[in-house]
C-alpha cells in the first residue's frame, strides 16, 4: 500500500544534542510538510517543500532545518534541542498544493531529557 | 490571517444518535475546509473536502459535512454514531487565495461515543 512512512517512531535525545527525524513517502507526491504539535495542541506547519522548494514558516525556529534529497524522502534536523521541542513531529504529503488532501504519516514521538 | 475555531474540547454520544462537530472559520478570501481525525498515537486521517460546488460534502466512514458560508461554518455530521467513531477531530482551513500552503488547525474536538 502506498503511504507515508516515518522513522523512528519514538526518539530520545539529549538537550543539545543534535537529532534527525525521517520520512518516506512511496505515494510519489510532489509535497512534503512537517508539523509539531505538542500534547493537546493542533498540527502546527512548520515548512513545506514543494518538489526542491522549500518554504519555511516566518516563526519557525532557527534551531529547525530540513532536507529533501529526492521525492521520497524528508528530513528534520534539530540542531540542538531543547524541553521546548518534545512533541510529536508528523510528517505530511500532497499530490500538489492548496486544493488537495495531506497525507500524514503516523508521526515520531520526541522526547528531550 | 486564516483561523479555525472548534468551540467545543468534547462532544459526548449516545451510540446510534447523529452527531455534530463543530467548526468555524476565518480567511481574507474564500475557504479549502477539511476535516480530519486522529487516533491516539497516530498520525491524522483524512475524512472529507469542501473545495467549491455542493455545500454538502461526503467522506469516510459515513462522515459528511456542510458548508455555510454566511455562519463560515462547516460542521462535522454523522446520521448515527458508533463507539469506533471515539477519537480527536480537527476541522483545518486554507485560504483560496493565497497566503501559507500549509493548512491551519482548530485545536481538535474530542468525540466520544458511549455504547
Known amino acids: 500500500d502506498a503511504m507515508v512512512i516515518q522513522n523512528p517512531r519514538y526518539q530520545v535525545t539529549q538537550f543539545g544534542k543534535p537529532v534527525t527525524l525521517s520520512c518516506s513517502q512511496t505515494l510519489n507526491h510532489n509535497v512534503m510538510y512537517w508539523y509539531q504539535q505538542k500534547s493537546s495542541q493542533a498540527p502546527k506547519l512548520l515548512f513545506h517543500?514543494?518538489?526542491?522548494?522549500?518554504?519555511n514558516e516566518a516563526d519557525t525556529p532557527d534551531n529547525f532545518q530540513s532536507r529533501r534529497p529526492n521525492t521520497s524522502f524528508c528530513f528534520l534536523d534539530i540542531r540542538s534541542p531543547g524541553l521546548g521541542d518534545a512533541a510529536m513531529y508528523l510528517c505530511a504529503t500532497s499530490q500538489g498544493q492548496f486544493r488537495y488532501e495531506q497525507y500524514f504519516g503516523p508521526g515520531t514521538r520526541l522526547t528531550v531529557t | 490571517a486564516q483561523s479555525v475555531a472548534q468551540p467545543e474540547d468534547q462532544v459526548n454520544v449516545a451510540e446510534g444518535n447523529p452527531l455534530t462537530v463543530k467548526c468555524t472559520y476565518s480567511?481574507?478570501?474564500?475557504?479549502?475546509l477539511f476535516w480530519y481525525v486522529q487516533y491516539p498515537n497516530r498520525g491524522l486521517q483524512f475524512l472529507l473536502k469542501y473545495i467549491t460546488g455542493d455545500n454538502l460534502v461526503k467522506g469516510s466512514y459515513g462522515f459528511e459535512a456542510e458548508f455555510n458560508k454566511s455562519q463560515t461554518s462547516f460542521h462535522l455530521k454523522k446520521p448515527s454514531a458508533l463507539v469506533s467513531d471515539s477519537a480527536l477531530y480537527f476541522c483545518a482551513v486554507r485560504d483560496v487565495e493565497g497566503g501559507a500552503d500549509g493548512l491551519t488547525f482548530g485545536k481538535g474536538t474530542h468525540l466520544i461515543i458511549q455504547p
Open positions: 480567511v481574507s478570501g474564500n475557504p479549502y
Open positions: 517543500y514543494y518538489d526542491k522548494d522549500f518554504n
